[in-house]
């Protein structure tokens, strides 16, 4: 095989308002929780299951970190495009930890906003704000996110 694919794809829900901070050298740094849901019929109950999975997403692309800034908000409903990364860190008691994150670096990545604008028609790619619908179990599932 000459090479191979690193891409990640989701479209979900923000689980909180995005935490913004900055390097060192002054670049925006991005981070906030998607939630991706599926709901299903039990085939022998007959009731209804959802499952939700959480990604961590990091943007280092300053200009999607302004939107991200301005337009994001718990519940808002996005398209994002990156890469599967892992980085290790030690916790406070001197323990090795993995965390595995969407990253959208400066020149790859792709971030949508996928609610419409509030007070107009238009959806706009980095031009949109909160107030999707958020499944049922959502807030429970929200306490539990460990980041």
Known sequence: MAGSVNKVILIGNLGRDPEIRNAQDGTKIVTFSVATSESWKDKQTGERKDKT??????????????????????????????????????????????????VLSRFRGELTLLDSRSGGDNAMEGDSSGGSALPSHFDELNDDIPF
């Open 53 to 102: 999975e959480w990604h961590r997403v990091v943007l280092f692309n300053d200009r999607l970190g302004e939107v991200a800034e301005k337009y994001l908000r718990k519940g808002s409903k996005v398209y994002v495009e990156g890469a599967l990364q892992t980085r290790k860190w030690t916790d406070s008691n001197n323990v090795e930890r993995y965390s595995t994150e969407v």
